[in-house]
Every structure is written in C-alpha cells, then in structure tokens.
C-alpha cells in the first residue's frame, strides 16, 4: 500500500517516544495500612467540656447520641465525670403548636438572654425523617442570629421516632451542657402532642406558645397540654394583631384560674410576645425568674428534679430490658414465628404475647 494513503487509514498506529521517563515515580509500592482510630481519652474531653470548649461539648454530645456499644461505655464514663458538676442551670422546655414561631422565639428570646450575659444552650429537637432517620427541618439554620452568639450553643438532633417531640438521650445531652457551664438550657420539641408530659418530665418551667386567629384558640388547644404549662405566650403579638393577641391573652388568663396549676404554689400565667419587634420577651424572663424564685422558697424545686431522676431510671430500666429482649437471637424466632401463627389467624394478639412469655 501507498505509504501516505496507510498513514490516512484509521488501522495507522504511530510510532511512539523512544527512551525518555514519562515522569511518574515508580518506587516498591507501599503497603495499604488502615487508618488506626484514636483512642478517645474520656478525662480529656471532660476537662475540655468543663473548660467550656463548644466544640468538645459537640463531640461529648456525638459521643453520647451514638448507638455504638463501645460509645456508649464511653459515655456512662464521661457522664460520670461530668456529674459532680451539673444541676446548676434552669430547665425550660419550649413546645406549641405548629407555625406558632417557636425556632424564632428561641432565638429571639435566647439573644436577649446572652446580651444580658447568660450562657444559654438550646438542645432543638427536629422531627426525624423516616427515610434516613436524620433531621428535616434543620433548626440550627433557621437560629442564625443565635448560633454567632460566643455565649451560645445551639444543638440539633433529630427525635428518631421518640415519643414526646424529644430525643431519647437529651436529659444526658442535658447534663453535659450544664457542665459546660450552660446556665440556661432551651429545650425545643417538635410540637405539641399526645406525649408531651415526657417533656414536662425533664425541664423545671415548660412554656407553652400559642397563636391568635386560628379558630376557637380555647376548644382548639387541649385542656391536658395547658395543665402542664407553667407559662402560655401568644407568639407573633405585632401589627394588626397587637389588639387580637391582648384579648386572648386575658381568655387564657381567666381559664388558667380554674385550672389545677402545673407546679405547687405557681399560678401560671400568659403574656404577649413578638419576636419580630423584640417586646415582651424582658417580661417572659422576669416571669420565668419569679417561677424559680417561688419555687425554690417552696423547696419544690428539688422535690421535683429528684422526681424526674427517679422516672428517668425506671425509663432506662424499660429501655434496657426491650433492648436484652430483642438482642436474643432465640427471642427474635419466636417472634417471628408467633407474628406469622397471629396473621394466619390461628392466634390473636394476646395469645401470642402469652406464649412468649409463658416460660
């Protein structure tokens, strides 16, 4: 074949670069060794907590969320540590009804609390989703002003399915701020529902918002959620509904008088707040204060933060016997079995249960 029509041929392979390095380094390879993970140093991390380091409290916090068996060893140890030096904040649980502004009250009310030189963490528990199991909301994005505050930590975590709008470790989450030297501690549940005396169960005031113009605002809320309140806030009290906001105000005034008062010795009370024109929130403070002196004078306070651990232990005893229950392999085949006799219809429900723990 002609030369110059085999070079147009798309069979033509050229010649290549004779001699020379291509100038890559082929050295003996290495050998591929894992990464080994640094041993976690439990003392440290308490001291780092205890010195107020933010990002310590995150991984303490990390460390204590984890589901890992080895962690959560970690964890017992490092509460352990902490203890000694926790109890010293106020707890204030924050829920209500959807779209009722709580994320911006939290950080409304929580810059004001650090301008006055607290230190105020706020734990904000999002709804979990059922997909991945993490956050969907993000709270700690909606609490931009908050979060650049130096005395601040704002911590979200979602509530993987736990009852009551809050996480299943945030008394320990809790504890570990207040070790921190945390003074006051928020507590944002996802909102109110059938299990909110779990929050009532862990914070020392519990605060209830509410909205105007949502309907018969007194037959909509639930009379068992407004019993547990120590303080009711009609939340976006501006504009135009400065005057509708007031009225409502006194409506609640007048049923909370007849109903039973959610802490001995404390009347509660309601209040107008609007976080967007920055009123009311000073008075929602003095109020909370007012609640703590009067109840301290009264040593209920006490009484009921022993209450809460007493509840907190025979809830870890409930939690610790489900998990023994469903680690063993022998209990899960029964169960499995059982569930297929009780769906074939040659069970019922409470038959089943009986033969599971019939031995």
């Not at 810059?111 to 969907?136: H, N």
Request: hydrophobic share 35%.
């Amino acid at each position: 074949m002609d030369k110059r029509l085999e070079q147009q041929s798309a069979l033509f392979v050229m010649d290549g670069v004779k001699g020379g390095h291509d100038g890559m380094n082929y050295g003996t390879p290495k050998k591929f060794r894992k990464k080994q993970q640094n041993t976690l140093d439990v003392a440290t991390l308490a001291s780092e907590v205890r010195a107020g380091n933010r990002i310590s409290l995150s991984k303490a916090i990390t460390l204590i969320e984890s589901s890992n068996a080895e962690h959560k060893q970690q964890a017992q140890s490092l509460l352990q540590e902490l203890l000694p030096h926790t109890g010293n904040s106020i707890r204030i649980g924050i829920t209500g009804v959807p779209g009722a502004g709580k994320s911006s009250f939290i950080e409304a009310f929580g810059s004001m609390l650090c301008e006055l030189g607290k230190k105020v963490a706020v734990l904000a528990i999002d709804p979990s989703s059922s997909i991945s199991g993490g956050s969907i909301l993000g709270d700690k994005t909606r609490m931009e002003e908050l979060v650049r505050k130096p005395n601040a930590f704002v911590r979200p975590s979602p509530s993987a399915g736990t009852l009551g709008g809050v996480h299943k470790k945030t008394r320990e989450t809790m504890l570990v701020c207040e070790a921190a030297g945390y003074d006051v501690i928020l507590i944002e549940t996802v909102g109110v529902g059938q299990s909110e005396t779990y929050v009532r169960g862990m914070v020392d005031f519990f605060l209830l918002l509410v909205l105007t113009g949502a309907g018969d605002e007194l037959q909509g809320m639930k009379k068992g959620i407004m019993e547990l309140a120590d303080g009711i806030i009609v939340h976006k009290s501006d504009g135009d509904n400065i005057r509708p906001a007031r009225k409502t105000v006194q409506e609640y005034k007048q049923i909370l008088h007849f109903l039973q008062p959610a802490t001995p010795g404390w009347m509660s009370t309601a209040l107008a707040v609007s976080s967007h024109e920055k009123t009311g929130l000073q008075e929602t403070w003095e109020m909370i204060r007012a609640f703590q002196e009067k109840v301290y004078a009264s040593n209920y306070w006490m009484i009921r933060r022993h209450k809460q651990t007493r509840d907190w232990f025979h809830a870890m005893i409930t939690d610790h016997l489900l998990d023994s229950f469903y680690q063993n392999t022998d209990n899960k085949m029964q169960v499995s079995r059982l569930e297929e006799a009780i769906l074939q219809g040659q069970l019922t429900v409470t038959q089943g249960v009986n033969k599971l723990f019939e031995k």
